[in-house]
């Protein structure tokens, strides 16, 4: 597939200045990319730490709201067209078939895999016009954040009848390593790595497919309980800190301002973490 990195979490948002203002001052996230897209709509992306997340505005009542769909970038000497049959020759539905970018120059298009998650695969020329080379990466290398530790993970929930083809994607078309797999109380947990990059698949034999494909991301903290005493501070609704379900470490779960899940951990690296 050739693929360059993972570009980026998509979140479609009701209030796009409340958004910026939580991922980048609340979080304290920086801000890599304020745009428009059209002349009128605005596409903000948002690092923090190596994990980057792009806002764009809905409307509350009328559009889905919250996380829309992941997205991956090609080399620039990738063949697109050839990708994008492949992925039609194994039966993946296009829900946007590939078109040019509204934001500087390159291709982009949008297909499901079989858990119902939207990939957006984009090809660019133009280096998004980057204020400074970064390796023709999105990303600012090496950026810190006072609060969190990693961009941990971007989680899928999974059901029985789409485990194996997602395995079957994720390493065999878009071409993951299998960084690890945890299994506890009928949990299947595995994480699929590229480059630097994480998503979780959850499986637990049994559960219907659900709405929601794309669960929550996973923010590294070092306290949950540190994580809680800083979002009362700021008069944001929490839960309570409790135990990982597959135990030792800690987690606590907000909901961003359009409901998405965001859910800090405070375990090692998933390098070091053992059960």
Not at 40 to 48: A, G, L, P, S, W
Not at 106 to 132: A, H
Not at 219 to 243: M, N
């Amino acid at each position: 597939m050739n693929i360059k990195e993972l570009n980026h979490v998509a979140i479609r948002v009701a209030d796009i200045e409340k958004s910026v203002h939580f991922y980048s001052k609340v979080l304290n996230g920086t801000i890599i990319l304020d745009e428009c897209s059209d002349g009128k709509d605005r596409v903000v992306y948002v690092q923090i730490v190596n994990g980057v997340i792009e806002l764009t505005q809905g409307k509350a009542g009328v559009d889905d709201l919250g996380f829309r769909h992941i997205a991956f970038s090609m080399e620039e000497d990738a063949n697109f067209d050839s990708s994008v049959e492949e992925l039609k020759s194994a039966g993946y539905k296009f829900t946007i078939d590939p078109r040019a970018t509204l934001i500087g120059s390159g291709r982009l298009c949008f297909f499901e895999d079989s858990s119902g998650v939207v990939f957006e695969l984009i090809q660019r020329n133009d280096k998004m016009r980057l204020p400074i080379q970064r390796n023709n990466k999105i990303r600012i290398p090496n950026l810190k954040n006072p609060y969190i530790l990693d961009f941990d993970h971007i989680s899928i929930n999974l059901h029985d009848d789409n485990f194996k083809k997602c395995a079957d994607f994720y390493l065999n078309i878009m071409g993951f390593k299998l960084k690890r797999i945890l299994e506890k109380n009928g949990l299947l947990v595995s994480y699929y790595s590229w480059d630097n990059d994480t998503l979780e698949t959850c499986y637990k034999k049994g559960v219907k497919k659900v709405a929601q494909h794309i669960d929550h991301i996973a923010l590294r903290v070092e306290s949950c309980a540190d994580v809680k005493t800083y979002f009362k501070s700021l008069d944001i609704v929490c839960g309570d800190v409790h135990e990982s379900p597959l135990g030792v470490y800690n987690m606590i779960n907000i909901n961003g301002p359009d409901g998405e899940n965001l859910q800090f951990i405070d375990r090692p690296s998933l390098e070091e973490y053992m059960l």
